[in-house]
T-cell receptor, first 112, second 114 residues
Framework: GENVEQHPSTLSVQEGDSAVIKCTYS??????FPWYKQELGKGPQLIID?????GEKKDQRIAVTLNKTAKHFSLHITETQPEDSAVYFC???????????FGKGTSLLVTP | DGGITQSPKYLFRKEGQNVTLSCEQN?????MYWYRQDPGQGLRLIYY???????QKGDIAEGYSVSREKKESFPLTVTSAQKNPTAFYLC?????????????FGPGTRLTVT
């Protein structure tokens, strides 16, 4: 089955800096890659997703890039703010309606 | 308000007892899922259902059971056979079991078994 590796497990940045989280996947058939943000004690919320026919997608301060050849995708957060502090999960699947295969998460801390 | 509700938020049980976690959605979604989350781990799939009266095992189904008698409800029973049941349980739903659709998560239930 699909195996998703996520790095780093923890990341600390200063407010205003950029943060990058990287994930690799094993199944070349995977074609949908969402990123979720989870705040303490809450369920994850989708922040951005990308399909395999797109190399990059941006939504304000958040962007995701996908390299299908290398089987890795990354989350980029620019101009970080303290409210960006949370755990971020990447995931991969063949179709989004099927169960997602999650990475182990990255705990991001943005210090003022 | 539309969304997914999970109750209760915190649940305590004695070892050897079965316990049922509730998950209800009013989004008219076809697909529903149960995930388990442990500290430092990603979300691991327990069971999923693509349509009423049908469900499939996920990666860690042993010691769990589910039912899908109604479209809006997907309860999870943690049985006494589950060796390490203490965890954070998340329910999710998706508009369909095919295509590119977001999975929406509920707020979770934290189960503690002593």
């Amino acid at each position: 089955g699909e195996n998703v590796e996520q790095h780093p497990s923890t990341l600390s940045v200063q407010e205003g800096d950029s943060a990058v989280i990287k994930c690799t996947y094993s199944d070349s058939a995977s074609n949908y890659f969402p990123w979720y943000k989870q705040e303490l004690g809450k369920g994850p919320q989708l922040i951005i997703d990308i399909r395999s026919n797109v190399g990059e997608k941006k939504d304000q301060r958040i962007a995701v890039t996908l390299n299908k050849t290398a089987k890795h995708f990354s989350l980029h957060i620019t101009e970080t703010q303290p409210e960006d502090s949370a755990v971020y999960f990447c995931a991969a699947t063949v179709l989004s309606g099927y169960a997602l295969n999650f990475g182990k998460g990255t705990s991001l801390l943005v210090t003022p | 308000d539309g969304g997914i509700t999970q109750s209760p938020k915190y649940l305590f049980r004695k070892e050897g007892q079965n316990v049922t976690l509730s998950c209800e959605q009013n989004l008219n979604h076809d697909a529903m899922y149960w995930y388990r989350q442990d500290p430092g781990q990603g979300l691991r799939l327990i069971y999923y259902s693509q349509i009423v009266n049908d469900f499939q095992k996920g990666d860690i189904a042993e010691g769990y059971s589910v039912s899908r008698e109604k479209k809006e409800s997907f309860p999870l029973t943690v049985t006494s056979a589950q060796k390490n049941p203490t965890a954070f349980y998340l329910c999710a739903s998706s508009p369909a079991s095919w295509g590119f659709y977001e999975q929406y998560f509920g707020p979770g239930t934290r189960l503690t078994v002593t």
